[in-house]
């Protein structure tokens, strides 16, 4: 059955009132989640009736500028262990919280998450600097390039990520990832995407929490010890970017034309799952304490497993049955 996320109407009447995407803020790991793992006498997530991730996902990858391919297997290791078993807690089970989601029928987000293609995009084809609406057009050109990926408008999700050296609008400043859906008049359809940047040499107190000491806070991240967090994969860049692609890609799944699941009247600035728990990676955190991690042989902190033995820092989402924010690791 064709996915129903992918209708023209639906994106005109979003498109004449905003271009704005949803993005994920640095500054809400310590402003927001003060109240530790989240409060359900605070929080107001609704479901608007629209469409969700329900269908498997066929997922598409653009890699924009020069990528190290040690940083591209973390990724991909990443995006494989969302729908494939490995030693709890595992990066799948942490998906089971998004797939709590449902739309309208009674539907749940899918657990099936498949890597279907990609693309590099190593000639910056649309320069070094871009703009958030440029991502639509990285998408162009990535389904219309000779040898480039498919065009899938019934079950694709394209994963636009930007090198180091890529520098794009209010990324560090406002935001490290976002989400939102392609225009027809730039892309020829409408399909969900994301983007997220790295962030190890522009921005990684900002963007690579709790690997980073964030500049703004004042003070390194609180992990029970003077030193900060190392990275479970040796990358503070690729590890923070492991957190803010699971962000994206809880709250495309859950809210991909924006009027699914979120708190607050205005959906062009929607608190979504992942927002509402930003900072938050295991029991007790919040307020600039990440909470209870594990710790590997070298010290590096970890909540989830992966394939291939990699292991993952990632932040909680909010959970509707719990009405808090949860994640595999939790110690209750």
């Keep these: 059955m064709d996915n129903p996320y992918f209708c023209l109407l639906l994106l005109l009447a ?24 989240g409060s359900s006498d605070l929080i107001n997530l609704e479901y608007h009736m629209g469409p969700v991730l329900a269908s498997p996902i066929k997922l598409y990858i653009i890699w924009y500028g020069h990528w190290n391919p040690n940083h591209q297997a ?49 000639i910056y084809s649309h320069g070094t600097t871009l703009s958030r609406l440029a991502m639509q057009s990285i998408i162009r050109t990535a389904v219309t390039a000779y040898g480039g990926i498919p065009l ?26 976002f989400h939102y859906f392609t225009f027809p008049a730039i892309v020829g359809v409408t399909v969900p995407y994301a983007w997220v940047g790295y962030s190890g040499t522009q921005c990684p107190g900002m963007c690579a929490y ?19 967090m190392g990275a479970p994969n040796g990358d503070v860049g690729v590890d923070g970017m492991i957190s803010v692609i699971a962000h994206e890609l809880a709250e495309v799944s859950s809210n991909p034309l924006v009027n699914a699941w979120y708190a ?36 590096n902190g970890y909540n989830l497993n992966g394939v291939r033995g990699r292991k993952f820092l990632v932040q909680w989402v909010w959970n509707p049955v719990r009405k808090r924010c949860f994640g595999p690791n939790a110690m209750d």
Aim: include cysteine; hydrophobic fraction near 30%; charge should be negative.
């Design 152 to 177: 899938n408008p019934y079950s694709g999700l394209y994963l636009v990520l930007t090198s180091s050296d890529v520098r794009v609008e209010d990324f560090c400043r406002a935001v490290c990832g």
């Design 14 to 37: 979003f498109s004449c009132f905003s271009t704005r995407v949803l993005s994920w803020r640095h500054d809400q790991q310590y402003n927001e989640g003060k109240n530790y793992e």
């Design 74 to 122: 973390i990724i991909r290791d990443f995006l494989v262990s969302l729908s494939t078993s490995s030693s709890f807690p595992s990066a799948a089970d942490w998906w089971r919280t998004v797939r709590l989601y449902t739309d309208q029928t009674g539907a749940n987000i899918t657990g099936n998450i498949v890597l279907s293609g990609e693309y590099n995009d190593y």
């Design 264 to 299: 607050g009247d205005d959906p062009t600035a929607p608190t979504e799952i992942a927002d509402l728990c930003v900072g938050v990676y295991g029991s007790g955190g919040g307020g600039g304490y990440a909470g209870k991690v594990y710790r590997d042989n070298w010290g």
């Design 210 to 228: 709790p690997f980073a000491w964030p500049n703004y806070s004042g003070r390194p991240p609180s992990n029970g010890a003077n030193n900060i």
